[in-house]
């Protein structure tokens, strides 16, 4: 008898067993959460360099141009009321080419000598809307072969003679910027100062031929 019950709790045990085993294979492993992918930051945009315009500097490149340059020397609260050109095709706030077919209105607009006129190959026109004789400024080209000294001379005659009215200017200067170009002008302190400043800044090579008091 004790065979036999020792033999049914032995298999009481294995079935035991086995009920456990069975169990406990039958449980799945839940699934690893794996962590979503972390979502890079996009690349930042880096907003472009500002582009600066340099400083307009040179030597001489056309009459026009050569006004064009030193005006834009000016910063916009130093700028005055200007025009440019000869008179039948004027340009508003800045310097303008001045027409060859018009070359014999210089004489009277800019003070250049009517025998003198046949030397000029290019000319441009700055002047002060206002008045004239506040600031009045030209560059020509001379032809080939036209003496800068001579020109130069003349004009400064030019202007140290001419008998003015509705205002006075008070300085001038003739200035060679080389290539046959000749730059002159005339005004008031208060507008040749700044004007001649800004030349120097655009043309630092440009020769002074003539700075003076206007008598």
Avoid at 3 to 30: P, R, W, Y
Avoid at 138 to 150: N, P, R
């Amino acid at each position: 008898m004790k065979k036999i019950i020792s033999l049914l709790l032995v298999l009481a045990m294995a079935v035991s067993l086995a009920a456990c085993n069975g169990s406990g294979n039958d449980e799945t492993t839940a699934p690893v959460e794996t962590t979503a992918p972390v979502e890079t930051t996009a690349p930042v945009e880096t907003t472009a360099p500002v582009e600066t315009t340099a400083p307009v500097v040179g030597t001489a490149n056309g009459a026009e141009q050569i006004l064009l340059n030193i005006w834009a020397q000016y910063a916009d609260d130093e700028k005055f009321a200007v025009v440019g050109g000869n008179p039948d095709n004027m340009y508003m706030d800045g310097p303008a080419a001045y027409n060859a077919e018009a070359f014999e209105n210089l004489t009277y607009s800019h003070l250049i000598p009517a025998d003198q006129i046949a030397s000029l190959a290019e000319a441009a026109t700055v002047v002060h809307m206002m008045n004239a004789n506040s600031f009045t400024a030209a560059a020509v080209k001379l032809v080939e072969g036209t003496d800068v000294a001579a020109f130069a001379s003349t004009m400064r005659n030019a202007i140290q003679t001419n008998p003015w009215m509705c205002g006075f200017p008070e300085r001038m200067i003739v200035v060679s910027l080389g290539e046959g170009y000749v730059l002159f002008a005339y005004g008031i302190n208060d507008a040749m100062t700044p004007f001649c400043n800004k030349l120097a800044t655009a043309y630092a090579s440009a020769e002074t031929l003539y700075d003076e008091a206007i008598a």
